[in-house]
């Protein structure tokens, strides 16, 4: 069992940077790779960023490549979303999740939830 808890989101302005964070607690960090997801009203929640255990290996969607970047610090139990050059289109709720998988974009796969962190891009 893992605890996931989100936090750094807020009411930004477009082109702003907004750095998210998740802690994890409870089993052994290094044991998951970690994914940010996010999700509009109204819309499904879909695959932002996923980073594996070591850190080494890292994806993106489509829509944030080239402006976030997912990092973690395993001896904090800790990743980050770090979003830069924000778009109205990028305001939703951003949850950070765990899998036992190794790097996978599918939300199905994910173990672990946290509460989500709500993130506003006014335009």
């Known amino acids: 069992q893992v605890q996931l808890v989100e936090s750094g989101g807020g009411l930004v302005q477009a082109g702003g940077s907004l750095r998210l964070s998740c802690a994890a607690s409870?089993?052994?960090?290094?044991?998951?790779?970690m994914g940010w997801f996010r999700q509009a009203p109204g819309k499904e929640r879909e695959f932002v960023a996923c980073?594996?255990?070591?850190?080494?290996?890292?994806q993106y969607a489509d829509s944030v490549k080239g402006r976030f970047t997912i990092s973690r610090d395993n001896a904090k139990n800790t990743v980050y979303l770090q979003m830069n050059r924000l778009k109205p289109e990028d305001t939703a709720v951003y949850y950070c999740?765990?899998?036992?998988?190794?790097?996978?974009?599918?939300?199905?796969?994910?173990?672990?939830w946290g509460q989500g962190t709500q993130v506003t891009v006014s335009s």
């Open positions: 409870g089993r052994t960090f290094t044991s998951y790779a």
């Open positions: 999740a765990a899998t036992v998988g190794v790097l996978v974009t599918s939300k199905s796969e994910y173990n672990y």
């Open positions: 980073i594996s255990r070591s850190g080494g290996l890292k």
